[in-house]
């Protein structure tokens, strides 16, 4: 008969160092069941309570839940995944106030609030970024600490989701988080986000709309400090996305009318702006349909990648500045250029865009007089004085006497989206 002694030391897995003797196999074997039938059970309720939220979803309830918590409602019917406190709350006040109106100027279709704010796993890093705007706006060391107690609730929930969740419904919580660190100007962390959301579309394709919110926020992260993208694509994914814009709308570039005194790169670049002046246009259009305004939104933001990367890998200073002031041309177009927040702006890329196209243009010689007048004229559009008077200046050494023959150059560049009336106060300042 075992003695209560080896009872014990089998139960308890005592003084056992063989990991291939018996007792060892038998352990291994028990644990591994149990850690099987509880993933099991996670499973299922995972399945059940999905069933449930759909059905919750399709009855419409998704709006009036998150009025509620806009209301700072304490309904306790309400199945948000969000804790009711004052400081949730609070931060649920000011993103109605203030972030949801200004990120809602943008052209760019981009996800609401209620977004993430409904979905579990990103409920928490969306608040976050939330904290982080609000800290830019109004600094206080409480409201640093709660960015940071957000964030690392947002990362518990999304290392434990990873065992339990395929990386098909972690795109969103991953988003939320790149937000969040995004704001808190956390450089390494915004590029480990962004490289899991790179293996998550090429391994199963990420939603449209939720790309457009990604390259959107890798392309103004990138553009505030004229640094390199880090969300990369594939040629085929990209005409895949782009398909129904390129089908309804024809191509600019294929009715080159730029003329042949403008050669390669630059007649390139011009005809790209153009497309891309077209495009946000599709986009702004009430009556285009949802998949081409999502097409045509894509193909906006490719150019404006296209753009920075030209200028980035450019040695020509020439096409440096071009493409810098296209870039530029181009976020004013879609009103992604000094958003106005609370007490401040933000999206301020022309501080910088600015000072160094005054610089590129200090050192380009008179081989380009069209495109120097044309980079002039899209610096006047920031209000800044210097340009007003150097375009007036370029005007004259070009001998271009009337708004007519100003127009007749710039609309080489600008296609048929020039700004009529802005040209006759820079020609004529006293009209």
């Given at each position: 008969?075992?003695?209560?002694?080896?009872?014990?030391?089998?139960i308890?897995?005592?003084?056992?160092?063989?990991?291939?003797?018996?007792?060892?196999?038998?352990?291994?074997?028990?644990?591994?069941?149990?850690?099987?039938?509880?993933l099991?059970?996670?499973?299922?309720?995972?399945?059940?309570?999905?069933?449930?939220?759909?059905?919750?979803?399709?009855?419409?309830?998704?709006?009036a839940?998150?009025?509620?918590?806009?209301?700072?409602?304490?309904?306790?019917?309400?199945?948000?995944?969000?804790?009711?406190?004052?400081?949730?709350?609070?931060?649920?006040?000011?993103?109605?106030?203030?972030?949801?109106?200004a990120?809602?100027?943008?052209?760019?279709?981009?996800?609401?609030?209620?977004?993430?704010?409904?979905?579990?796993?990103?409920?928490?890093?969306?608040?976050?970024?939330?904290?982080?705007?609000?800290?830019?706006?109004?600094?206080?060391?409480?409201?640093?600490?709660?960015?940071?107690?957000?964030?690392?609730?947002?990362?518990?929930?999304?290392?434990?989701?990873?065992?339990?969740?395929?990386?098909?419904?972690?795109?969103?919580?991953?988003?939320?988080?790149?937000?969040?660190?995004?704001?808190?100007?956390?450089?390494?962390?915004?590029?480990?986000?962004?490289?899991?959301?790179?293996?998550?579309?090429?391994?199963?394709?990420?939603?449209?709309?939720?790309?457009i919110?990604?390259?959107?926020?890798?392309?103004?992260?990138?553009?505030?400090?004229?640094a390199?993208?880090?969300?990369?694509?594939?040629?085929?994914?990209?005409?895949?996305?782009?398909?129904?814009?390129?089908?309804?709308?024809?191509?600019?570039?294929?009715?080159?009318?730029?003329?042949?005194?403008?050669?390669?790169?630059?007649?390139?670049?011009?005809?790209?702006?153009?497309?891309?002046?077209?495009?946000?246009s599709?986009?702004?259009a009430?009556?285009?349909?949802?998949?081409?305004?999502?097409?045509?939104?894509?193909?906006?933001?490719?150019?404006?990648?296209?753009?920075?990367?030209?200028?980035?890998s450019?040695?020509?200073?020439?096409?440096?500045?071009?493409?810098?002031?296209?870039?530029?041309?181009?976020?004013?177009?879609?009103?992604?250029?000094?958003?106005?927040?609370?007490?401040?702006?933000?999206?301020?890329?022309?501080?910088?865009?600015?000072?160094?196209?005054?610089?590129?243009?200090?050192?380009?010689?008179?081989?380009?007089?069209?495109?120097?007048?044309w980079v002039?004229?899209?610096?006047?559009?920031?209000?800044?004085?210097?340009?007003?008077?150097?375009?007036?200046?370029?005007?004259?050494?070009?001998?271009?006497?009337?708004?007519?023959?100003?127009?007749?150059?710039?609309?080489?560049?600008?296609?048929?989206?020039?700004?009529?009336?802005?040209?006759?106060?820079?020609?004529?300042?006293?009209?």
């Amino acid at each position: 008969m075992a003695t209560a002694g080896k009872i014990h030391s089998w139960i308890h897995h005592d003084d056992q160092t063989d990991p291939s003797s018996l007792k060892s196999q038998v352990f291994r074997h028990v644990a591994a069941h149990r850690q099987w039938k509880r993933l099991q059970r996670t499973r299922n309720l995972r399945v059940s309570a999905l069933n449930l939220y759909h059905t919750f979803q399709n009855q419409g309830g998704q709006t009036a839940q998150i009025d509620a918590h806009f209301a700072g409602s304490y309904d306790p019917f309400d199945t948000l995944p969000i804790p009711h406190t004052a400081q949730i709350d609070e931060l649920l006040q000011f993103d109605q106030l203030h972030v949801s109106p200004a990120m809602g100027s943008s052209t760019i279709p981009l996800h609401p609030s209620a977004t993430y704010l409904q979905d579990e796993l990103a409920a928490y890093g969306y608040l976050a970024r939330i904290a982080a705007i609000k800290a830019r706006c109004d600094p206080k060391p409480e409201i640093f600490n709660l960015v940071l107690k957000l964030k690392t609730k947002a990362m518990q929930q999304l290392r434990l989701s990873l065992f339990q969740t395929g990386l098909t419904h972690l795109c969103r919580p991953v988003m939320s988080l790149l937000y969040a660190e995004t704001w808190c100007d956390n450089h390494a962390a915004v590029a480990v986000h962004l490289r899991l959301l790179e293996v998550i579309n090429n391994q199963y394709g990420a939603k449209s709309e939720d790309l457009i919110c990604i390259l959107h926020s890798d392309t103004q992260r990138a553009t505030l400090t004229l640094a390199s993208l880090l969300f990369t694509m594939d040629d085929s994914t990209w005409d895949m996305l782009e398909a129904d814009y390129a089908v309804f709308v024809p191509l600019p570039w294929l009715e080159d009318d730029t003329g042949d005194g403008i050669p390669w790169p630059w007649r390139r670049l011009i005809l790209d702006l153009r497309n891309a002046l077209v495009a946000i246009s599709v986009v702004r259009a009430a009556e285009t349909p949802w998949a081409v305004r999502h097409a045509a939104t894509v193909r906006f933001l490719h150019i404006m990648r296209l753009l920075l990367e030209q200028y980035n890998s450019s040695s020509n200073n020439v096409e440096k500045c071009a493409a810098l002031a296209a870039l530029y041309r181009l976020r004013l177009a879609a009103n992604m250029e000094r958003i106005p927040l609370f007490d401040t702006t933000v999206f301020n890329a022309g501080r910088l865009i600015l000072w160094r196209l005054k610089e590129l243009l200090a050192t380009m010689s008179n081989e380009s007089p069209g495109i120097r007048l044309w980079v002039l004229f899209v610096g006047t559009m920031s209000g800044d004085s210097w340009f007003e008077e150097e375009f007036r200046g370029q005007a004259e050494t070009l001998g271009l006497v009337n708004s007519d023959d100003v127009k007749a150059v710039l609309g080489v560049f600008e296609g048929g989206d020039l700004p009529g009336i802005r040209v006759d106060q820079l020609v004529n300042p006293s009209c």
